[in-house]
């Protein structure tokens, strides 16, 4: 009877990480597995390159813009009530977007999935925390559950590719059903609620001019492509951006409780790591779009061998994940975060002279580095960051991370749709985004090697 007794909690803990690691899991599988279907959604719908991008924008603007509200109201209502309504709303606008009848509505059924998205990671990590007590086991299963996303995040392309194959694409959304109700009914049955405390308000204020800055800065950039830069909507979308950014930052300024502690930003290597994140994302995530479309519609592959093209790069950022953590030992994080951005940068330049229909070899290498690097320095730009935190604060810096690199991707898909469905053709276009990466990942990386110190990163000083 005793070794029930003890047996229960460990398979209770077990299934409560499977839970968690199965909303993690969906979430980051359905930042990357859409790309794959953009082709096949634009013979359903018809669609010009710039609506194509609010099927996957209208995702990540929703992620980005809600998860660090998300904790807050998990950490106020406990993190178990949240993290199942989270996954119920994720999952039925899962059916919505695979029962879309027109764009619009799949646009807006993406932008519930993303709010749904948002609502299960921080809280998805809270009920991580609060089933292990013992921070040997909590570690081992925040790696878990971290790695099972990644593996998810890389697998999106290929598995994206064979379920458009076999089923179509409105098969790739259909898929979360049964993941979500599996998740959901663990989570019911073996997850433990967390305490409630009332000193964690929600910042609506800072919320609302959060979602309209995003949404703003996002439009503008899509619009940007087909209508000109000097559209004068596209310009009082990129005006408005700005105005609503300051007065993000004077209510944030002046919030007891708010969303995004501006303190944080105080300490450099929080900064800089956080920078990083949201440009790393702004690079990997643009790439994405742009090379899946180039793939389907300059190189005219099909949905699965878009998704066998990427499997390649996919597959080495989780390989380069797997040994991060050695690399970071031998020669610390920011020597390891700069290296990573210099390979990424190097294979964007390498791919400067792709042409229209290119065999797939000409590009494989390239595509192997490009991934390798962004597994090699995304585990130590996390851990750098949530280092330069007290631990006390490690959850928020957490979600301002989440957030970051999330907005990240919004600004890529935005910024590289809009050079490619410019009036210089796609060609050109995706030179410029290719060509914008190697900079922007360079200026990445010159700031981490410049606002990191080796008392902060080196192996010798730890």
Same mark, same amino acid.
């Given at each position: 009877?005793?070794?029930?007794?003890?047996?229960?909690?460990?398979?209770?803990?077990?299934? !409560?990480?499977?839970?968690?690691?199965?909303?993690?899991?969906?979430?980051?599988?359905?930042?990357?597995?859409?790309?794959?279907?953009?082709?096949?959604?634009?013979?359903?719908? #018809?669609?010009?390159?710039?609506?194509?991008? %609010?099927?996957?924008?209208?995702?990540? $603007?929703?992620?980005?813009?809600?998860? *660090?509200?998300?904790?807050?109201?998990?950490?106020? $209502?406990?993190?178990?009530?949240?993290?199942?309504?989270?996954?119920?709303?994720?999952?039925?606008?899962?059916?919505?977007?695979?029962?879309?009848?027109?764009?619009?509505?799949?646009?807006?059924?993406?932008?519930?999935?993303?709010?749904?998205?948002?609502?299960?990671?921080?809280?998805? *990590?809270?009920?991580?925390?609060?089933?292990?007590?013992?921070?040997?086991?909590?570690?081992?299963?925040?790696?878990? /559950?971290?790695?099972?996303?990644?593996?998810?995040?890389?697998?999106?392309?290929?598995?994206? #590719?064979?379920?458009?194959?076999?089923?179509? %694409?409105?098969?790739?959304?259909?898929?979360? $059903?049964?993941?979500?109700?599996?998740?959901?009914?663990?989570? /019911?049955?073996?997850?433990?609620?967390?305490?409630?405390?009332?000193?964690?308000?929600?910042?609506?204020?800072?919320?609302?001019?959060?979602?309209?800055?995003?949404?703003?800065?996002?439009?503008?950039?899509?619009?940007?492509?087909?209508?000109? /830069?000097?559209?004068? %909507?596209?310009?009082?979308?990129?005006?408005?951006? *700005?105005?609503?950014?300051?007065?993000?930052?004077?209510?944030?300024?002046?919030?007891?409780?708010?969303?995004?502690?501006?303190?944080?930003?105080?300490?450099?290597?929080?900064?800089? !790591?956080?920078?990083?994140?949201? =440009?790393?994302?702004?690079?990997?995530? #643009?790439?994405?779009?742009?090379?899946?479309?180039?793939?389907?519609?300059?190189?005219?592959?099909?949905?699965?061998?878009?998704?066998?093209?990427?499997?390649?790069?996919?597959?080495?950022?989780?390989?380069?994940?797997?040994?991060?953590?050695?690399?970071?030992?031998?020669?610390?994080?920011?020597?390891? $975060?700069?290296? #990573?951005?210099?390979?990424?940068?190097?294979?964007?330049?390498?791919?400067?002279?792709?042409?229209?229909?290119?065999?797939?070899?000409?590009?494989?290498?390239?595509?192997?580095?490009?991934?390798?690097?962004?597994?090699?320095?995304?585990?130590?730009?996390?851990?750098?960051?949530?280092?330069?935190?007290?631990?006390?604060?490690?959850?928020?810096?957490?979600?301002?991370?989440?957030?970051?690199?999330?907005?990240?991707?919004?600004?890529?898909?935005?910024?590289?749709?809009?050079?490619?469905?410019?009036?210089?053709?796609?060609?050109?276009?995706?030179?410029?985004?290719?060509?914008?990466?190697?900079?922007? =990942?360079?200026?990445?990386?010159?700031?981490?090697?410049?606002?990191?110190?080796?008392?902060?990163?080196?192996?010798?000083?730890?």
């Amino acid at each position: 009877m005793r070794v029930e007794q003890q047996g229960q909690p460990r398979l209770a803990k077990a299934l !409560t990480l499977g839970a968690m690691s199965l909303g993690y899991g969906v979430v980051q599988l359905d930042v990357t597995i859409v790309n794959v279907a953009l082709n096949s959604i634009s013979d359903s719908y #018809g669609g010009a390159v710039d609506t194509l991008q %609010w099927v996957v924008s209208a995702y990540t $603007i929703a992620f980005a813009a809600l998860i *660090l509200t998300a904790g807050a109201l998990g950490d106020r $209502i406990g993190a178990k009530r949240v993290f199942l309504a989270g996954f119920a709303i994720f999952t039925v606008a899962s059916l919505g977007c695979a029962l879309a009848p027109n764009l619009g509505s799949l646009v807006a059924a993406r932008c519930v999935q993303g709010a749904g998205a948002a609502v299960l990671v921080p809280n998805s *990590l809270a009920l991580l925390n609060h089933a292990y007590s013992d921070e040997a086991e909590r570690r081992r299963s925040v790696a878990i /559950w971290a790695a099972g996303a990644s593996l998810a995040l890389t697998a999106g392309p290929l598995v994206g #590719g064979m379920l458009i194959a076999v089923s179509g %694409w409105r098969s790739i959304f259909l898929v979360n $059903i049964p993941l979500g109700l599996a998740g959901l009914g663990l989570a /019911w049955r073996y997850a433990s609620e967390t305490s409630r405390t009332s000193a964690r308000s929600v910042d609506l204020r800072g919320q609302v001019i959060a979602i309209l800055a995003l949404g703003a800065l996002a439009a503008a950039l899509i619009e940007g492509g087909a209508r000109g /830069w000097t559209d004068p %909507w596209v310009m009082g979308g990129f005006a408005l951006f *700005l105005v609503l950014a300051v007065a993000f930052v004077v209510v944030e300024r002046r919030s007891p409780s708010p969303m995004l502690p501006l303190s944080l930003f105080e300490k450099r290597a929080f900064s800089v !790591t956080s920078i990083a994140g949201l =440009l790393v994302n702004t690079t990997f995530y #643009g790439l994405i779009f742009v090379f899946s479309l180039y793939f389907q519609r300059a190189n005219h592959l099909s949905a699965l061998q878009t998704g066998l093209a990427f499997a390649p790069m996919t597959g080495a950022v989780f390989a380069a994940n797997l040994i991060a953590a050695r690399v970071t030992g031998l020669i610390g994080a920011r020597l390891t $975060i700069v290296i #990573g951005t210099a390979v990424v940068s190097a294979g964007c330049i390498s791919l400067l002279g792709v042409t229209q229909g290119a065999a797939y070899s000409t590009l494989c290498v390239q595509l192997i580095a490009m991934g390798a690097g962004l597994g090699l320095l995304v585990p130590p730009l996390t851990s750098a960051l949530l280092g330069s935190v007290d631990k006390a604060r490690s959850g928020i810096a957490s979600g301002v991370l989440n957030a970051m690199r999330q907005t990240g991707s919004v600004l890529g898909v935005a910024l590289f749709g809009s050079f490619i469905a410019g009036s210089s053709g796609f060609m050109v276009g995706m030179k410029v985004a290719l060509a914008t990466s190697a900079i922007i =990942l360079l200026v990445g990386g010159l700031a981490v090697l410049a606002g990191l110190t080796p008392s902060s990163s080196e192996p010798s000083a730890r």
